[in-house]
């Protein structure tokens, strides 16, 4: 089993930046992928940022250029630096793993709220 632990929401202004974190423990096999997803209300669930355990990268087009995806491997550790947040970036984000090349499921985070106040 895998736990994923969220970090850093919070309610900022427009313009404002934020840091999430997300911790992983448990048996953590690797190649894989950490990413970050979010959901609005009402809406459905989007990918907002990917990266593989080498370093590879992936980003929703409504935050290239303002979001940054990272990692610590040595601490099964992923993070997702947001600047110039929108109001439209508001939503609850969620952490991810998966195991590339496996049919092991992916595991999720509880989710961390992020409000934008316009």
């Known amino acids: 089993q895998v736990q994923l632990v969220e970090s850093g929401g919070g309610l900022v202004q427009a313009g404002g930046s934020l840091r999430l974190s997300c911790a992983a423990s448990?048996?953590?096999?690797?190649?894989?992928?950490m990413g970050w997803y979010r959901q609005a209300p009402g809406k459905q669930r989007e990918l907002v940022a990917t990266?593989?355990?080498?370093?590879?990268?992936n980003y929703a087009d409504s935050v290239k250029g303002r979001f940054t995806i990272s990692r610590d491997n040595a601490k099964n550790a992923v993070y997702l630096q947001m600047n110039s947040l929108k109001y439209e970036d508001t939503a609850v984000y969620y952490c991810?793993?998966?195991?590339?090349?496996?049919?092991?499921?992916?595991?999720w985070g509880q989710g961390t709220q992020v409000t934008v106040s316009s």
């Open positions: 990266i593989t355990s080498g370093g590879s990268t």
């Open positions: 991810q793993i998966r195991v590339l090349f496996t049919q092991t499921p992916a595991y």
């Open positions: 448990g048996s953590i096999f690797r190649p894989n992928v």
